[in-house]
C-alpha cells in the first residue's frame, strides 16, 4: 500500500499539467505550476510554525484561489484538515471549532469575531491566520505566516492511514457529526470518480456550491485530469448561464434546485448551451417531471450519483446511457442508478437481513472509501456500522430485478400515520408532476386522529388550490399516503448545501411538542 495516498496523487499532477489554467476566478486565473509554487510555500510556512502528521487545521473561508492554495498546501504539509461551509450557521462554527480539536484556523474577515469570541474558550486553537482586512490582535496575517517560506518541494511522508481530511455533516437533526478520511480512502474515493464520471483532459468545469463541500471533491477529480476549474463565489444563474456560453463550459455540477432555476430561465432566455458535455447533479432527489423536462433541454448530458459524507458522492451512479434509457422507460427517472464499481451494496430489514428485490430496506454499502467513522464519537461510529464492517446510510431503499436504486427516504424523514409507514420522497415525486406544482416537500405533523398527519408544503407555479391538490392525488398513490392537509409557501427553506430544510419545515409544528414525531 505504500504510496496510496491522496497526497501522493494530487501533489503529482501540479507538476504534470503545469503549464495549464487550473482556476479562473471573477477575473483572475492561476496555473497548475503556479499553484504548485503557492502551495509549495504555504506547505513550508505550515512546517515552520511546526505543523505536520496528526495536526488539525481548519478554513472558514468562501470560495476562492486562496482556498485551493490553502488545501493543496495543507494536503503536502500532512496535516488533517477541514474546511467549513460559510454558510452554516453561527452555532455550528462554533460547535465544530470545539469539536474538531484544531491548531490553526485559517479565516476569512467576515468570520473574525466569531473566531475570536470562540478563541477564548478554546485553548487548543493556538494560530489564526487572517485572510484579509485589518489583522485582529492575536492573529496572524496571511503576508506575515507566509514570509521566509520558500517554494521548495516538502518530502511526502504521508502513510494510507493516516487521517487526512475531516468533513463535517449538516447539523440540521441536531450538532454535525466529524467525518474522518484516510489518504488512501480519498485515493480511492478519487479513483471511482475517475472510473464513473467522463472528465477530460480539456474539461471547464463550473463549480459554483462551496468548494468545502461536494464541489471541492469534483475540483481535485479535475485537478488529477488536468482540467480548469471556472469557479464563481455563489449561484447566480444568469451569471451562470453567460458563463457557461463565454467559457465554454463542458461540465456542470449543480443541485436539483439549481436545475430546476436555469430550466425556468431558459424558457424565456436564449442561452448557447452547446458546449456542455455533462451535468453532474446530486445531493438531493430530483424531479421525474423536471428531469424529463430538463433532457429536452439540455439533451443526453445528465450523470446522477448518490452519496453520503461518510461515503463521498459515489454510492451509485445514473450516467448518460441510463438517462437516455429512461426517456423509453420514464419510471427509471426516479432511480440513482446502479452501484459504483467499487462499491457493494446491499438492501437491509430491521434484521440485518437482505430484502428481495422491491421490498423496502435500509441501503448499506461497503467501499474502499468509507469514512474511518466519527470524531469523538465512538458509540455512533460503532451504530453506523455493521458487525461485517458495512455502513449503514439511514437511507430507505429498494432494488428492482435490473440492479437499480431507488431511493425513497431518509429513515429519520419517514412518516408514521395512521401506523403506517409513509415515505415523503413517493409523495413528492406524485405531487411534482403537477403542472402548477414548482417545488414540494412533504412532512408528518402532529395530528390527534393520525399521529402524524401526511402534509405538503408547495411552492406553486400557477393558481393552485389545496382541494386540486388532493383531488390529484387520488388513486395515484395508496390511500393512507394520500397528504391530509396541503400549505402553499412562497419558497422552502434550504440548508447550507441547498437541500429542502426539512427540520425547519416541521420546526413550527412541533416545537410546543418537546419532539418531532407522534
Known amino acids: 500500500m505504500k504510496g496510496i495516498t491522496a497526497q501522493t496523487l494530487l501533489s503529482g499532477t501540479l507538476k504534470k499539467f503545469r503549464d495549464r489554467v487550473f482556476m479562473k476566478i471573477e477575473g483572475s486565473e492561476m496555473t497548475y505550476g503556479e499553484l504548485d509554487q503557492r502551495s509549495n510555500v504555504l506547505a513550508n510556512a505550515m512546517a515552520n510554525l511546526g505543523y505536520g502528521k496528526g495536526d488539525k487545521v481548519i478554513m472558514i473561508l468562501p470560495n476562492s484561489m486562496e482556498i485551493a492554495i490553502l488545501c493543496l498546501g495543507l494536503i503536502k504539509a500532512g496535516v488533517t484538515m477541514t474546511s467549513?461551509?460559510?454558510?452554516?450557521?453561527?452555532?455550528?462554527?462554533?460547535?465544530?471549532?470545539?469539536?474538531?480539536?484544531?491548531?490553526?484556523?485559517?479565516?476569512?474577515?467576515?468570520?473574525?469575531d466569531l473566531v475570536q469570541k470562540a478563541r477564548g474558550e478554546l485553548p487548543h486553537i493556538e494560530h489564526v491566520i487572517a485572510l484579509g482586512g485589518d489583522c485582529p490582535e492575536g492573529f496572524i496575517s496571511y503576508r506575515q505566516f507566509l514570509s521566509g517560506a520558500d517554494a521548495t518541494?516538502?518530502?511526502l511522508r504521508a502513510a494510507p492511514e493516516d487521517e487526512f481530511l475531516i468533513s463535517y455533516t449538516g447539523g440540521t437533526t441536531g450538532?454535525?457529526?466529524?467525518?474522518?478520511?484516510?489518504?488512501?480512502?480519498?485515493?480511492?474515493?478519487?479513483?471511482?470518480?475517475?472510473?464513473?464520471?467522463?472528465?477530460?483532459?480539456?474539461?471547464?468545469?463550473?463549480?459554483?456550491?462551496?468548494?468545502?463541500?461536494?464541489?471541492?471533491?469534483?475540483?481535485l477529480l479535475g485537478m488529477i485530469k488536468g482540467a480548469t476549474m471556472v469557479v464563481?463565489?455563489?449561484?447566480?444563474?444568469?451569471?451562470?448561464?453567460?458563463?457557461?456560453?463565454?467559457?465554454?463550459?463542458?461540465?456542470?455540477?449543480?443541485?436539483?434546485?439549481?436545475i430546476y432555476v436555469f430550466l425556468d430561465i431558459l424558457?424565456?432566455?436564449?442561452?448557447?448551451?452547446?458546449?456542455i458535455r455533462q451535468i453532474t447533479y446530486g445531493a438531493a432527489p430530483i424531479s421525474e417531471k423536471r428531469l424529463a423536462e430538463a433532457l429536452e433541454v439540455f439533451g443526453p448530458v445528465f450523470n446522477q450519483a448518490y452519496g453520503l459524507t461518510e461515503c463521498p458522492s459515489m454510492i451509485t451512479v445514473f450516467p448518460v446511457a441510463d438517462h437516455l434509457k429512461a426517456l423509453r422507460d420514464p419510471s427509471l427517472l426516479q432511480s440513482c442508478g446502479r452501484p459504483a464499481l467499487?462499491?457493494?451494496?446491499?438492501?437491509?430489514?430491521?434484521?440485518?437481513?437482505?430484502?428481495?428485490?422491491?421490498?423496502?430496506?435500509?441501503?448499506?454499502?461497503?467501499?474502499?472509501?468509507?469514512?474511518?467513522?466519527?470524531l469523538n464519537k465512538p458509540d455512533e461510529t460503532a451504530h453506523a456500522f455493521t458487525e461485517e464492517g458495512w455502513l449503514r446510510t439511514s437511507d430507505m431503499g429498494r432494488m428492482d430485478d435490473n440492479g437499480y436504486i431507488y431511493i425513497v427516504d431518509r429513515k429519520k424523514d419517514?412518516?408514521?400515520?395512521?401506523?403506517?409507514?409513509?415515505?415523503?420522497?413517493?409523495?413528492?415525486?406524485?405531487?411534482?408532476?403537477?403542472?402548477?406544482?414548482?417545488?414540494?416537500?412533504?412532512?408528518?405533523?402532529?395530528?390527534?386522529?393520525?399521529?402524524?398527519?401526511?402534509?405538503?408544503?408547495?411552492?406553486?407555479?400557477?393558481?393552485?388550490?389545496?382541494?386540486?391538490?388532493?383531488?390529484?392525488?387520488?388513486?395515484?398513490?395508496?390511500?393512507?399516503?394520500?397528504?391530509?392537509?396541503?400549505i402553499f409557501?412562497?419558497?422552502?427553506?434550504?440548508?447550507?448545501?441547498?437541500?429542502?430544510?426539512k427540520v425547519a419545515l416541521r420546526a413550527g409544528f412541533w416545537s410546543d411538542k418537546g419532539r418531532s414525531v407522534n
Open 84 to 112: 467549513l461551509n460559510i454558510w452554516l450557521s453561527e452555532r455550528e462554527i462554533s460547535y465544530i471549532l470545539k469539536d474538531s480539536g484544531v491548531r490553526a484556523v485559517f479565516v476569512d474577515p467576515a468570520f473574525y
Open 153 to 155: 518541494d516538502l518530502p
Open 175 to 219: 450538532t454535525p457529526k466529524g467525518v474522518i478520511q484516510t489518504q488512501s480512502s480519498v485515493y480511492f474515493n478519487l479513483l471511482s470518480h475517475c472510473l464513473e464520471l467522463n472528465t477530460s483532459h480539456d474539461e471547464k468545469l463550473l463549480l459554483m456550491t462551496p468548494l468545502s463541500h461536494a464541489a471541492g471533491l469534483l475540483m
Open 232 to 258: 464563481e463565489k455563489k449561484f447566480d444563474p444568469f451569471r451562470a448561464l453567460d458563463l457557461i456560453e463565454s467559457e465554454k463550459i463542458t461540465t456542470v455540477f449543480a443541485v436539483p434546485t439549481m
Open 267 to 275: 424558457k424565456q432566455k436564449k442561452s448557447d448551451m452547446s458546449s
Open 342 to 374: 467499487m462499491c457493494q451494496l446491499r438492501i437491509l430489514n430491521e434484521s440485518g437481513n437482505d430484502v428481495p428485490a422491491g421490498k423496502v430496506g435500509e441501503i448499506t454499502v461497503w467501499a474502499p472509501y468509507l469514512m474511518k467513522g466519527y
Open 414 to 486: 419517514m412518516i408514521i400515520s395512521g401506523g403506517m409507514n409513509v415515505y415523503s420522497i413517493e409523495v413528492e415525486e406524485v405531487i411534482q408532476r403537477h403542472a402548477k406544482v414548482r417545488q414540494v416537500s412533504v412532512i408528518g405533523i402532529p395530528d390527534e386522529h393520525w399521529g402524524e398527519a401526511v402534509t405538503a408544503i408547495i411552492v406553486p407555479a400557477g393558481e393552485c388550490s389545496e382541494e386540486g391538490i388532493l383531488d390529484f392525488c387520488k388513486d395515484k398513490m395508496a390511500k393512507y399516503m394520500e397528504p391530509k392537509k396541503v
Open 489 to 501: 409557501r412562497e419558497n422552502l427553506p434550504l440548508t447550507a448545501v441547498l437541500k429542502v430544510d
